[in-house]
Nanobody
Framework: QVQLVESGGGLVQPGGSLRLSCAAS????????MGWYRQAPGKQRELVAT???????NYADSVKGRFTISRDNAKNTVYLQMNSLKPEDTAVYYC??????????WGQGTQVTVSS
């Protein structure tokens, strides 16, 4: 059963923008810190950003000032707005839900490619 459904990836030129979305079930969303991770070819998966149930955010240094994570509690959806994209942002982006009871959920991943 798919718990997290991502959308919004694609090909964009350097300097461009994309918005990723991740829809979750209400039970998971309302009890989880939501986050985005990414994995580039040949590299380990890394944290991009997280947002708590209360709305506190945390970002990797590499994306601070360019990416914004937000959550819509009415829609059970978390977003990642990515601006000023760079080629090094190219990766598969994964949505994550870190449930307060210790469970972790992952989306299927969405490809983001930044290239001219």
């Amino acid at each position: 059963q798919v718990q997290l459904v991502e959308s919004g990836g694609g090909l964009v030129q350097p300097g461009g923008s994309l918005r990723l979305s991740c829809a979750a079930s209400r039970t998971i969303f309302s009890n989880s810190v939501m986050g985005w991770y990414r994995q580039a070819p040949g590299k380990q998966r890394e944290l991009v950003a997280t947002i708590t149930i209360g709305g506190s955010t945390n970002y990797a240094d590499s994306v601070k000032g360019r990416f914004t994570i937000s959550r819509d509690n009415a829609k059970n959806t978390v977003y990642l707005q990515m601006n000023s994209l760079k080629p090094e942002d190219t990766a598969v982006y994964y949505c994550n839900a870190d449930h307060r009871f210790g469970f972790k959920y992952w989306g299927q991943g969405t490809q983001v490619t930044v290239s001219s």
